[in-house]
């Protein structure tokens, strides 16, 4: 069976994806930010995943208005990277796994959650960046990739319980996978960050330490949180905190964490990084 | 029976819901044809036109002229889609925090910087 062998996490800001690009690693304002992934690309060498299944968000690439499910998953040999409108360049196609697409998909509908299934995608920033950090080009390090993206546009969004759980079926449905791969499990986005309003620049150090520490152990305390709690705390954008709730719960009970990193600000955000291990 | 309770509002924050979402869906899905660098250049070459074929309505067309995000928020319009319309103009997110605080760029940079002391 396929075997879940941990946990990522990692913002996805757009520019980062501007900075990588510029070989910015030291860059005295990109430093401290860069300097938290070689860590994870050492065990990433060490423990070689077969595969990524990487919860995002869209912001306005793939979906509209017109049509916004609360839960998609990719079911496409390949995902491709558009043009955002904003300049970050583009970074090509990423390739899929479509039979432990399919393999999730009839899991977790099984298990009660009617996702959206989606056999052309394309991923924005909210995908490209973390595994851009993570996996570099792709050449070096391959990995298939499985996008599974969650409504953070337009409210009503999906609870923090309702992520964790989504996680926990995800979870359930890749274990019980017939095949040998190892699947590495990515949550992005976040940590406190606002856009938009005149609350714009609003950052919370002390809440998104709260929840990096608690989410190692406690994710049934963070599942108690409301979407207007996470709102308050962490900003209108660091609602993205689902899509962490949703990694987590696809990593069983228990976890050691590895490593992380914490850094104000990149962009408007403070920015957070886990490497978190499945343990039986 | 509903669960859905009315919630108390957040100070400087419009929660995008299906109201707003209605109420900024002509100006949302005009932004969100900047994904397109054909779009981008046909409202660089007629802004009115443009605005015009997506059916703004005035409130949204006088925002857009204004280059104004709280105008553009009042009006319906939602951060991810607006963003690729301020991307048009070369604008940053900090451009546009610091437009909608008030403070010069450097003063809101400043701002990001001090909340992680």
């Known amino acids: ?280 | 029976m509903s669960t859905h309770t009315i919630q108390e509002e957040i100070p400087g924050t419009v929660m995008f819901d299906g109201r707003m979402a209605m109420k900024g869906y002509a100006l949302n899905k005009m932004c969100f044809s900047f994904n397109s660098a054909a779009n981008r250049e046909a409202f660089r070459k007629d802004e009115e036109a443009y605005m015009e074929s997506y059916g703004l309505n005035e409130q949204q067309k006088a925002a857009i002229r204004a280059r104004n995000v709280l105008q553009l928020i009042d009006a319906g319009g939602n951060i991810y889609y607006l963003a690729k319309f301020a991307g048009i103009f070369g604008l940053t997110v900090q451009d546009v925090g610091a437009q909608q605080t008030g403070m010069t760029v450097e003063e809101f940079k400043e701002f990001l910087r001090k909340q992680g002391e």
């Open chain 1, 1 to 280: 069976m396929a075997e879940i062998i941990g946990g990522l996490t990692s913002s996805h800001i757009p520019a980062v994806g501007n900075a990588y690009a510029r070989k910015l690693f030291d860059d005295p304002y990109w430093k401290p930010f860069f300097d938290g992934y070689p860590p994870v690309h050492g065990w990433l060498k060490e423990k070689k995943p077969d595969v990524a299944v990487v919860f995002y968000n869209d912001h306005g690439l793939n979906f509209f208005l017109d049509k916004m499910p609360t839960f998609s998953i990719g079911a496409a040999p390949s995902y491709e990277n558009q043009d955002e409108g904003w300049g970050i360049p583009t970074i090509g196609t990423f390739e899929g796994h479509p039979e432990l697409s399919w393999h999730i998909i009839e899991g977790v509908v099984g298990d009660g959650f009617d996702v959206c299934s989606c056999q052309e995608m394309a991923v924005d920033h909210g995908f490209t960046v973390p595994v851009q950090l993570f996996w570099g080009d792709r050449t070096e390090n391959p990995i298939k990739t499985i996008p599974i993206c969650i409504n953070t546009v337009q409210h009503p969004l999906a609870s923090p319980k309702r992520c964790h759980e989504f996680g926990k079926a995800i979870g359930r449905a890749i274990s019980s996978f017939p095949g040998s791969e190892k699947v590495v499990i990515l949550g992005t986005g976040g940590l406190s960050h606002q856009l938009d309003g005149t609350r714009a620049g609003f950052i919370n150090k002390e809440f998104d330490l709260m929840c990096m520490d608690k989410i190692v152990d406690e994710p049934e305390e963070l599942a108690k949180l409301s979407i207007h709690d996470l709102v308050r705390e962490a900003g209108a954008q660091g609602a993205e905190f689902i899509l962490w709730m949703a990694m987590r719960g696809a990593l069983g009970d228990k976890v050691a964490e590895v490593h992380r990193n914490y850094h104000i600000p990149i962009s408007n955000t403070a920015a957070g990084l886990m490497l978190l291990e499945t343990r039986a």
